[in-house]
């Protein structure tokens, strides 16, 4: 597939914001639970306004994904059947959501771990949608698994943990340590996670073949000409255009970016209690995170492309 | 969804997307084209339509469109396409100053050729009242073999003179066919014919488009058909599986053919001087006192005699003594060493698949026989219950055509055809009217240069049908009356002329210089020329005192094409949407197996800009020039406008013969011949602009030699003698030019450079022998033949201007068999050099297991010169796409003698697939384009000022909704 | 229920695309136009078509066979692109199966087109909304058109017959016999979409067909 930017930024900022308020939303439970010190609500009240901001930023970007966003309403129609339109629910209460739990640490609103219940539930619900309109389409293989969910579960929420690390040190040095662990233990276990499933993408067989595609058996079935020459929406919707050797160079990008050296910044700013250190690592890892998302797009192999192969 | 405004009006015509000429309906809204279908009621294409027929809306859009009169700008070159508009009056002006004094002087100083149009009828009208040898229309790099190979032997060929009857075939064998012109039809029969279980084998070197469908591949080297056919009519007369009663009746099988060294008719069917002469007049162009062996009086008899039978095995002793043997038994001779294993040497094909092809053609045609209960009678008076159907079937083209030994193998394949007893017969082949016609037919072409009189009309058409060296139009030398040499020593049977080298001979001055060439529909600057690179060159060359070689260029055409730019005078037609035009009886009619059919064109939109049909143009100077057939007798103009032509012209006055069949008469109601009917354009509107008169069961077959339908169309003028067309399996034409070579015969002689070419080519038994070019190469170093395809979806040049069709095929490739690609280090996808003695071109090669190893091929004419036709100078076309007509000369050097035309020595056909060549990959650091590129040509003023960078098309609100 | 599709006969196609520029043709001045072309005379020119007729090899020279095979939306019975589509744009017509797309109500996301194993929905560049295969549904129920001219437009010019027009769910209906006769399959089996057009296999015909009442005149 070609990735398309907006999606890109769509998914990594509303992950990164949706793991931003879990980890305020945990810090202020283990506060409550009298496990850590609590941080303090002005602390929780800006952050949560800021994990709203970076939704908020990906639902923006999400418009510029439609092709007629005046009609972006219409979105939520088929939420019995669409994951999409799910997300467009869900994208808007967990922005609400988040928003009410920031406030519930300024205004009289009801307990803030209470309203905040209702942020966690839309947070969860967001990325089983956003997930899930990856991993439902049965023959985008690569995306077909429950790894996608899991993937942007946890590295939503690593990210989330990341900047909460960055915020804390800045703001609430007390929290950083608290962010930061499990910003480390996220990120090792998300890195995991998705390890397996670029482990288990390398050796997927697709199922659809030229065989299949054109229901003609024979060993060497083969593609002389898509029809015309000039391109069309199908060539470019689901063809990323970058060579192999450029993917790879993605791929080891994003991994290093995106996990290990985050996960270096986040242990060695910790350890040295460097607020520089720490706001790097979210930086870093977010331009690794984009790289990451993007390779997650572009990896997937349509079976539509059986059918664009060759010109003549 | 809801529904579209619904169209305003529909209106019948006829298409011009390609020479196919199927009804059309014509679907207006708001006087915008809003969707062109197939007309159901008509015989041709029953509804359906092509690819290019659907995509009409964009040609007459197109922003190429030419749309004012153009003349080239002071002191520019040619080529650069520099052009300032001027008024149709000034136009005509210039031209006919310019004609008028030609014709006054020198006739033969003006050319007209004409390329894709189907109205040779006026076009020949116009140059033969004009008085100039110097016509002919593309045939001659088209496919003339096709069709004098097989006129000159059955007296009709393929398309709309006749075709397979797939309706009631068994087999269909199709050779070298990638589209032909009967698009939709041919189509609509292949299909049914594969639905019901009929067997459909194609030989040809490349498999695509029909090939594809095919239950049998034979691929094949190409120009080696010829040994092929030979192997498999081999075959059938040494298993005996031929029709002896057809042979023996209905062709010269059993014609004696004197075998006298002495005699001056040596090689020729022996003539009784005491069997009276029936018709002496007719009887000198087709003499019917011949003689038979007579198989159970063994004696000589007046061939066809009541109750003979001739032998036609075998050889005799005449009374006096002389040998003679019938026809047939030269042909078997001819033949017998045309072994299967031979053939395997040539073509590449297994001698055992030679062997069992044959036997299947044998045997089908004589196990699966079938009989009609239709009566009818011969042309020797016998009377038949019945007519006899042998099911198998053939189709061919120019990859028999379009070679230089292809008149030899065409003829071959008519003699196949007929051994196996299909001419005319269900299940086989089945002419369509006006033809068969007289093999050969009777118009001749002037037989001397001094039938070019100043202000005198031609006394014979331009192109006719030389039965013998004395219909050769050459001057007292021996030499070429025409530009072209058609019909002179050179190429004795270029019944289509040779157009190919029109601008080479007219450049060179060879025979003479010429003042005005004028190119009617033809993209002589491009894909129509060979050697496209250097005849560029020479229409833009002058000479030492700086006048152009060729002086004066008129171009006509639709659009802005390559050849417009190196025209001195641009005239801009309409489009077929937008004109009268007729698809006429005296032309190429679109006749159907069961009898005649014309049609026509009418206007369903107005001409865009100051377009003027051409043939408009051709009566405004026809009467500019007071040309004698167009002036009444008080100098006053005969006809008004082409449709009043078209209805009050009549071949001879009172004939009630004329252009159109239909609805003749002063009411209308008489058929084929009838005095002209002032309302007849409305009567063709009213019928769907066509016209078919369907023939009485007993004249639909065997029309060779079927009495009542040769009386039938002598009366309707379509024959000018009710003589039986007997099949010239043995081709006595051919032999008396090789008489004539070898100083046998009395009367003309070939110059002594020609004579052992005329000797050779000119054998009454057809042969295989390489082409011509393939002597003239190198083949250790050119190893490879290189060949094009018409692509389905795209005809010739003309349709990248079409945005819908150039989607389709913008750019095009070399498809290399991977084999082949792999051992010269080409690579799929990649740019590479293809490169014959002649000249190289870059390109993208297309690895394919679709074609033999020995060919590479590619789509015809999709490249195009940067800037023409309106694209961008960058476009796919111009940047990826390529032309191979850089690779193949126009002209061939000779071990001796100077330079021919790389043709067919009989016919002049432009051996177009004969080219050798070789290949390689282009190296790093080359450009990623196509090479020969040429500057790019500006717009011609009258075009779309500007190129739109999308369009939506919604008719009723143009290309921008 | 009624489900009309296509049935396309692979054993006649011969690959000229008279139903790729008729259905555009029909099309872009129709209910479900325009269809717009970018770079109409430029580089790369690139349109939005419904229908492509593509071409294929299998096997090696000289066993090699060349397959014309056409692609248009397939009209699935169980189509992955309805269900995703979040504004119900997409959708299929219980009456008939047709799988159409509401252009008022597409936001162009072009979601179910990455919902199409196929490759047959393209986006219009221009109007920004997803477009596919209609079946030409404003043909084939516009009764100002003549009975025998209600089918689709390709379905009409297809000069060899290779495509046939029909309800796959009506068991006496052509299409239906042709599928049942000749082994009709689907593309991508694998994926349970059940496509409701079918697509005819080739038949070699290895000798020539005996004649009933084969009579040797000879
Ligand atoms: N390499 C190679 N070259 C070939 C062939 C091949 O197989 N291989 N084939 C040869 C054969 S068989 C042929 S017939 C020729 C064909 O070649 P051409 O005779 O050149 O035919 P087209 O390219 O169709 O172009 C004819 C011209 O007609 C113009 N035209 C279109 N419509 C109209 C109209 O309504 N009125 C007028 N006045 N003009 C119009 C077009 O703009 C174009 O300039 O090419 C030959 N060249
Ligand atoms: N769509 C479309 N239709 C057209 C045209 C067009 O441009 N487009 N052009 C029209 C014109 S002007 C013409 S003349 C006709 C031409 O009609 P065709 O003769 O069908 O056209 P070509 O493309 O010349 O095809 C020649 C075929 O012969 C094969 N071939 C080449 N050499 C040999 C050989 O030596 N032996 C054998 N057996 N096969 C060989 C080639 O692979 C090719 O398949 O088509 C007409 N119809
Ligand atoms: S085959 Fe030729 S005449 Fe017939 S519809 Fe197609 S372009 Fe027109
Ligand atoms: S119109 Fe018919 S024959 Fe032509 S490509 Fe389409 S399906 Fe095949
Ligand atoms: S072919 Fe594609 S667009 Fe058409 S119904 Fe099936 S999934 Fe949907
Ligand atoms: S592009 Fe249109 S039809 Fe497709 S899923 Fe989005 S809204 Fe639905
Ligand atoms: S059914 Fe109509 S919309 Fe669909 S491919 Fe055919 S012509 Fe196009
Ligand atoms: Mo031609």
């Known amino acids: 597939m070609r990735p398309a930017f907006s999606v890109v930024f769509l998914t990594t900022l509303i992950g990164a914001g949706q793991g931003l308020f879990l980890a305020l939303y945990s810090a202020e439970v283990m506060g409550a639970l009298g496990r850590i010190a609590p941080p303090g609500p002005r602390f929780l009240h800006a952050g949560s306004w800021f994990a709203a901001l970076l939704a908020g930023l990906g639902l923006l970007a999400s418009f510029f994904h439609l092709g007629r966003p005046e009609r972006a309403w219409r979105s939520a129609a088929r939420w019995r059947t669409s994951w999409l339109a799910r997300e467009v629910i869900a994208l808007p209460l967990f922005i609400a959501g988040v928003a009410a739990y920031g406030l519930a640490h300024r205004l009289p609103l009801g307990p803030p771990l209470a309203v905040g219940a209702f942020a966690l539930a839309a947070c969860l619900a967001l990325f089983v949608c956003t997930g899930m309109i990856y991993a439902c389409i049965r023959f985008l293989q690569e995306w077909a698994s429950p790894l996608t969910l899991a993937n942007f579960f946890l590295i939503g929420t690593a990210s989330g943990f990341t900047v909460a690390t960055a915020l804390a ?127 997650f797009l572009a990896q997937s192999n349509h079976p539509q492309n059986l059918y664009y192969q060759r010109t003549a | 969804m809801d529904g579209s405004p619904p169209p305003s009006e529909v209106r019948t015509t006829t298409c011009y997307m390609c020479a196919c000429r199927c009804g059309i309906r014509v679907h207006l809204r708001d006087g915008q084209v809003r969707y062109i279908d197939g007309n159901p009621n008509h015989p041709l294409n029953r509804g359906v339509i092509c690819a290019k027929g659907s995509s009409g809306i964009m040609k007459q859009y197109s922003p190429a469109r030419l749309t004012r009169p153009l003349r080239r700008k002071e002191g520019a070159e040619r080529g650069a396409a520099e052009f300032e508009p001027i008024s149709w009056e000034e136009a005509y002006a210039l031209l006919a100053g310019r004609l008028r004094k030609i014709r006054a002087t020198d ?73 032909d012109h009967h698009s939709n039809p041919l189509k609509i029969a292949i299909s049914k014919f594969k639905r019901a279980g009929g067997r459909f084998v194609s030989v040809n070197p490349v498999r695509t488009g029909y090939s594809a469908i095919a239950d049998e591949w034979i691929p094949i080297r190409p120009g080696t058909d010829g040994a092929l056919l030979l192997a498999i009519i081999r075959e059938l007369i040494e298993a005996g599986l031929y029709d002896r009663d057809f042979l023996a009746r209905y062709t010269n099988a059993g014609h004696l053919i004197d075998l006298d060294p002495e005699s001056e008719r040596l090689g020729l069917p022996v003539l009784d001087p005491t069997h009276p002469e029936v018709n002496p007049e007719v009887n000198a162009m087709y003499p019917s006192n011949k003689v038979w062996w007579d198989r159970a009086t063994q004696r000589e008899v007046p061939s066809h005699a009541r109750g003979a ?35 395997e040497s040539i073509t590449g094909i297994p001698a055992a698949a030679i062997r069992r092809l044959a036997r299947e053609m044998g045997e089908t045609a004589r196990d699966h026989a079938f009989e009609l209960p239709i009566r009818w009678t011969d042309s020797w008076g016998v009377e038949h219950d019945r007519v006899i159907g042998r099911p198998v079937a053939f189709h061919a083209m120019r990859g028999i055509a379009a070679h230089s030994n292809g008149f030899h193998a065409v003829r071959a394949l008519a003699i196949l055809m007929t051994l196996l007893g299909t001419i005319d017969r269900p299940g086989g082949f089945l002419h369509k009217p006006p033809f068969p016609r007289a093999v050969p037919p009777s118009p001749k072409p002037p037989n001397h240069a001094d039938a070019v009189q100043p202000d005198e009309p031609l006394a014979n058409p331009v192109l006719g049908w030389p039965a013998s060296p004395d219909d050769l139009f050459i001057d007292s030398h021996g030499g070429p009356a025409r530009i072209d040499k058609a019909f002179s020593w050179e190429y004795p049977l270029a019944v289509h002329g040779l157009m190919h080298n029109v601008i080479t001979n007219a450049w060179k001055g060879d025979p003479y210089p010429i003042d005005t060439l004028m190119i009617f529909m033809s993209n002589m600057a491009w894909n129509s020329t060979m050697n496209t690179a250097e005849v560029r060159r020479m229409l833009n060359d002058r000479d030492g005192k700086g006048a152009f070689r060729i002086p004066f260029i008129v171009v006509c055409d639709a659009f802005q094409s390559e050849m417009t730019a190196f025209a001195d005078l641009v005239l801009p037609d309409t489009t077929y949407l937008e004109r009268h035009d007729v698809m006429s009886m005296l032309d190429r009619p679109i006749s159907e197996f069961d009898g005649p059919v014309d049609s026509v064109r009418v206007p369903v939109v107005p001409p865009t800009g100051e377009c003027r049909p051409f043939q408009e143009v051709l009566l405004e100077l026809a009467g500019r020039l007071e040309l004698p057939g167009f002036m009444n007798a008080d100098g006053s103009r005969r006809y008004r406008d082409y449709p009043d032509f078209i209805v009050h012209y009549e071949t001879k006055p009172g004939s009630g013969v004329g252009f159109l069949s239909g609805w003749r008469g002063a009411h209308g109601t008489a058929s084929m011949k009838g005095e002209p009917n002032p309302r007849q354009w409305e009567m063709y509107a009213a019928n769907d602009c066509v016209h078919h008169h369907v023939l009485p069961e007993e004249h639909r077959y065997m029309r060779n030699a079927n009495r009542g339908y040769i009386h039938w169309a002598r009366a309707m003028r379509l024959r000018s003698y009710a003589e039986p067309a007997l099949i010239q399996v043995y081709s006595e034409v051919m032999q008396e030019f090789r008489l004539a070579a070898q100083g046998r015969r009395p009367g003309r002689r070939p110059p002594p450079h020609l004579r052992a070419r005329i000797e050779r080519y000119f054998d009454p038994v057809p042969f295989w022998y390489p082409p011509l070019e393939t002597e003239a190469t190198d083949l250790e170093r050119y190893p490879l033949a290189a060949v094009t395809q018409r692509p389905m979806a795209m005809y010739h040049s003309w349709d990248s201007q079409n945005a819908w069709l150039r989607q389709i095929h913008t750019h095009n490739y070399l498809f290399v068999n991977p084999r082949t690609a792999r051992a010269a280090g080409v690579e799929d996808g990649g740019w590479m050099w293809i490169e014959s003695p002649w000249g190289k071109v870059r390109c993208m090669a297309r690895h394919s297991e679709a074609v033999e190893p020995g060919t590479v091929w590619t789509w015809n004419a999709i490249g195009k010169a940067p800037g023409a036709w309106r694209l961008d100078p960058e476009a796919n076309e111009a940047r990826r796409g390529f032309i191979l007509n850089h690779l193949i000369a126009e002209e061939l050097p000779q071990a001796h003698g100077p330079r021919v035309s790389n043709s067919d020595p009989v016919t002049g056909q432009a051996g177009w697939y004969d080219v050798r060549v070789r290949i390689y990959p282009a190296s790093a650091g080359e450009a990623a384009e196509t090479a020969p590129r040429f500057a790019p040509m500006p717009a011609l003023p ?20 | ?93 219980a009456e008939d199966g047709i799988v159409l797309v509401d252009y008022d109500k597409c936001i162009g996301c072009k979601y179910c087109s990455w919902a199409c194993p196929y490759g047959a929905r393209e986006l219009d560049e221009h109007q920004k909304v997803m477009k596919k295969c209609t079946l030409c549904v404003d043909r084939v129920y516009d009764r100002s058109l003549p009975e025998a001219e209600r089918r689709p437009a390709c379905v009409m010019a297809c000069p060899t017959s290779a495509r046939l027009f029909g309800d796959v769910h009506d068991p006496d209906s052509e299409v239906s016999k042709a599928i049942a006769e000749r082994a009709g399959y689907a593309l991508m089996p694998e994926w349970g979409t059940k496509p409701a057009n079918r697509y005819l296999p080739r038949r070699k015909t290895e000798c020539v067909p005996p004649s009933p009442s084969s009579s040797s005149p000879r």
């Open chain 1, 169 to 295: 040190a800045a703001f609430e040095p007390h929290v950083a340590g608290f962010f930061g662990r499990w910003a480390i233990v996220l990120t090792v276990v998300a890195l995991a996670s998705r390890a397996i499933s670029l482990a288990r993408n390398a050796r997927l067989r697709p199922r659809s073949t030229p065989q299949s595609a054109i229901g003609v058996e024979g060993a060497r079935v083969e593609q002389k000409s898509m029809g015309f020459l000039g391109g069309s929406f199908n060539t470019r919707e689901f063809f990323h255009g970058v060579s192999r050797g450029g993917l790879s160079v993605v791929k080891w990008a994003f991994i290093v970016l995106g996990f290990l050296v985050p996960m270096a910044l986040l242990a060695a700013g910790l350890a040295a209690g460097s607020v520089a250190l720490l706001v790097a690592a979210p930086v870093v890892q977010y331009a690794g995170l984009v790289a990451e998302r993007w390779f």
């Open chain 2, 107 to 179: 006739p033969k100083k003006f050319a007209l050729f004409t390329g894709r149009d189907q109205m040779q009828a006026l076009t020949g009208l116009f140059a033969r009242q004009f008085g100039t040898p110097n016509y002919a229309a593309h045939g001659g790099f088209c496919s003339v073999n096709m069709a004098a190979g097989m006129i000159y032997t059955v007296g009709g060929s393929f398309w709309e003179f006749g075709g397979p009857d797939l309706e009631r075939a068994k087999l269909f064998v199709m050779i070298g066919t990638a589209e």
């Open chain 2, 309 to 343: 039978d001739p032998e036609i095995l075998g050889e005799f002793r005449r009374a006096d003594g002389h040998p003679a043997k019938p026809a047939f038994q030269l042909i078997a001779d001819g033949v017998r060493d045309c072994t299967p294993e031979w053939a």
């Open chain 2, 942 to 961: 009258g075009t779309a000022p500007a190129r739109a960078s999308w369009i939506a098309y919604f008719a009723g609100k143009g290309t921008r909704p």
């Open chain 3, 1 to 93: 229920m009624t489900q009309l599709a296509l049935v396309i006969d692979l054993n006649v196609c011969v690959g000229c695309h008279a139903c790729v520029t008729s259905c555009k043709e029909w099309n872009t001045s129709g209910a479900a136009g325009t269809l717009a072309d970018d770079r109409p005379y430029g580089t790369d020119p690139s349109g939005t078509f419904f229908n492509r007729v593509q071409t294929f090899e299998v096997g090696e020279f000289p066993a090699t066979q060349t397959v014309h095979f056409p692609k248009s939306c397939l009209h699935c019975e169980d189509p992955p692109c309805v269900p995703v589509c979040p504004t119900g744009a997409s959708y299929k017509r």
